[in-house]
């Protein structure tokens, strides 16, 4: 089994040797059971950034989530994690996940959650969500289907880059930006 521990801000190991869709999805069964333990009717954002496999670990996450009846707000595309962040504010989500690595090197990908007000899950919730992470998941991945999900409503997909610019274009002066030079 590999222990898992979150950093300053997520959890990011190697693609393919600590960072794998099993460990994966033992994080995401950890925040299941924080979600449905600490909020009345959980929904969360999730994207993923343009890493390898990030669309496959977004989806494993979703997977785990819908699996466990909270609602799911699947990204479309590739995001950043400031869009994770507005996204999880702007549709009143409980929590936001990006699957990132950030500034790290290319071989490793990460799990960053987000509280509801957008930035870093306190300290203390991500502690209990890093003591309850699973020795294994118990759940048959294959067998679980996305579109499923997505047909009972449960996950949803989410243009959250188009949620991000029309949030910039409301609240920054662009022409006064492109007047500014360069």
């Known amino acids: ?10 959890w990011r190991a190697i693609i393919a040797k600590e960072y794998t869709v099993e460990n994966v999805a033992r994080v ?10 600490n909020k009345r009717t ?5 994207g993923y950034d343009c890493r390898f496999g990030g669309s496959m670990f977004a989806e494993v996450t ?3 989530l819908a699996h466990y009846n909270i609602k799911v707000l699947l990204s479309t595309g590739f995001v950043s994690t400031p869009m994770i962040s507005l ?32 930035g870093p899950l306190l300290a203390e919730n991500v502690k209990e969500i890093e003591d309850i992470i699973p020795a294994t998941s118990s759940l048959d991945l294959d067998n679980i289907s996305l579109k ?5 409503g449960l996950v949803k997909s989410i243009d ?6 029309k949030h910039i274009e409301k609240n920054f002066d662009l022409k006064l930006i492109k007047k500014s030079g360069p």
């Open 28 to 37: 995401a069964t950890a925040v299941s059971q924080w979600l449905i333990k």
């Open 148 to 152: 499923d999900y997505m047909d009972k």
């Open 87 to 118: 996204g999880t504010v702007k549709q009143k989500a409980s929590l936001g996940i990006i699957i990132t690595a950030s500034h790290n090197p290319a071989d490793y990908n990460g799990f960053k959650l987000k509280g509801e007000y957008g």
């Open 42 to 46: 959980p929904l969360v954002v999730v």
């Open 1 to 10: 089994m590999t222990t898992i521990k979150f950093g300053t801000d997520g």
């Open 160 to 165: 959250l880059e188009d949620i991000y610019c």
């Open 62 to 64: 979703a997977k785990v």
